[in-house]
């Protein structure tokens, strides 16, 4: 009797641990599903992007040859800057244009040619003369960026309206395949994406300005929350009396981690340009907005960071006649940098890709000029790319995927930079 029971009780062990191990293993292969269905969810959404924007940091190129005809820059030979710059630089393009072509006469086959180059070709041949006037009076050949259609065109992303797409006329397309058997078009390096600003040509538009802003955007972050966010968090930590003051900082410290980004952009207009009169548009007003919303985020990183420091390294320090300060700040600081530099990084990354509290302060402005300080007008990268996303040509969806692919790198940068810190300067205690 008493061997069935044990043996009945062993039965009963047994089947809870098979149900258990049934369980862990439907848990494990949910858990599993679901890394691999991100996964697959990243991996689209990264090829996606790359599909889109690779082709942008490649350019279409039409070579022209180019008379820099005195009598149309500068007929009374002065040399004047002033002349040199307001001469008829487009009328150079067309008549290039038509020497390639002369069979075209009727003006809507004139207005299609010149459509071939972009609007840029007459200030690319103005800054060739400006900077070297003995180009006047010479024949050269210049490679000029084509029109954004015929890049797309080019690129294997619209086709001729013989084909019914309607964007390239079929006489447009026969011009580009003469001029691709001629050698006069290529593809090259789209050096303008990454060093001009915005522009509403797409094939001219850039990422300088945005990226120019973005840095001295962090910059203006940078200089102003990491020092703040640490010193609160060693008050905090350190030297603060546990009362029920202290108390209510640190519980809206942690509320504030979690505010959306878009009410600081709120208050960044209400306080900083309403109030105090700030530049609009400008890196001093968009570092003041990310601090505020970088700050707690620091804050908590920082106090964790101090926080995992041992008592040991305090009350040693303490024991042998330092200072509460010296102990702090000789011994338990330099040991907690490192994950305070952590936090950091991690908050300007998150600072590098927010969207809505710029906006509020007006750095959604149309900026084709590259900032040279804090106080010029300027956007940052997440502004162009939401921007460019609204813009309805062909061209600008590729511009927008290669900006996205550019800020994600930046991003990854940093994040990899929190990592190699983190390992670096780990401490084992």
């Not at 002065?78 to 002369?102: C, E, I, N, W």
Request: hydrophobic residues 50%; aromatic residues 8%.
């Amino acid at each position: 009797m008493i061997r069935n029971s044990h043996e009945a009780r062993l039965e009963l062990i047994k089947a809870g641990l098979k149900r258990r191990y049934a369980k862990e293993k439907i848990f494990r292969a949910v858990g599993i599903s679901a890394i691999t269905a991100a996964l697959i969810m990243l991996a689209i959404l990264f090829a996606s992007i790359t599909k889109n924007g690779y082709s942008a940091f490649q350019q279409t190129f039409i070579r022209l040859d180019i008379f820099f005809d005195s009598q149309v820059i500068d007929p009374d030979s002065t040399g004047d800057p002033t002349v040199l710059s307001q001469a008829d630089y487009g009328g150079l393009v067309k008549k290039a244009l038509r020497d390639m072509f002369p069979g075209v006469g009727k003006r809507r086959e004139k207005r299609d040619l010149y459509s071939l180059v972009s609007p840029g070709a007459a200030f690319q041949l103005r800054k060739m003369v400006m900077d070297a006037p003995g180009l006047v009076g010479t024949r050269q050949a210049v490679w000029v960026p084509a029109d954004d259609d015929i890049d797309m065109l080019v690129k294997g992303y619209i086709r001729a309206a013989g084909d019914g797409s309607g964007r390239i006329s079929a006489r447009k397309a026969a011009w580009v395949k003469s001029l691709v058997s001629k050698g006069a078009i290529e593809k090259r390096f789209n050096t303008a994406f990454f060093t001009g600003g915005d522009s509403r040509e797409p094939e001219l538009a850039g990422i300088g300005g945005a990226v120019a802003g973005s840095l001295y955007t962090m910059l203006v972050t940078l200089i102003l929350s990491f020092p703040l966010g640490v010193a609160t968090a060693v008050y905090l930590e350190e030297f603060a009396p546990k009362n029920i003051w202290t108390d209510i900082i640190e519980v809206n410290i942690n509320n504030l981690a979690a505010v959306p980004s878009i009410v600081f952009g709120l208050l960044g207009l209400a306080v900083f340009l309403n109030f105090f009169g700030l530049p609009r548009s400008s890196p001093l007003a968009g570092g003041l907005v990310l601090t505020l919303m970088t700050l707690p985020t620091i804050i908590i990183a920082s106090r964790v960071s101090l926080q995992s420091v041992p008592p040991s390294i305090r009350e040693g320090a303490l024991s042998v006649g330092a200072s509460r300060m010296q102990a702090v700040m000789h011994h338990v600081l330099p040991l907690a940098l490192p994950g305070m530099l952590t936090g950091t990084i991690i908050g300007m990354a998150r600072a590098l890709g927010e969207t809505a509290p710029l906006l509020m302060i007006g750095m959604v402005a149309f900026i084709v000029d590259i900032p040279a300080g804090i106080f010029d007008k300027a956007t940052v990268l997440p502004v162009q790319i939401y921007l460019w996303a609204d813009s309805p040509e062909r061209a600008f969806v590729e511009r927008t995927s290669a900006a996205i692919i550019v800020l994600l790198a930046f991003l990854l940068i940093m994040n990899a930079l929190a990592v190699v810190f983190r390992k670096k300067f780990e401490q084992r205690w």
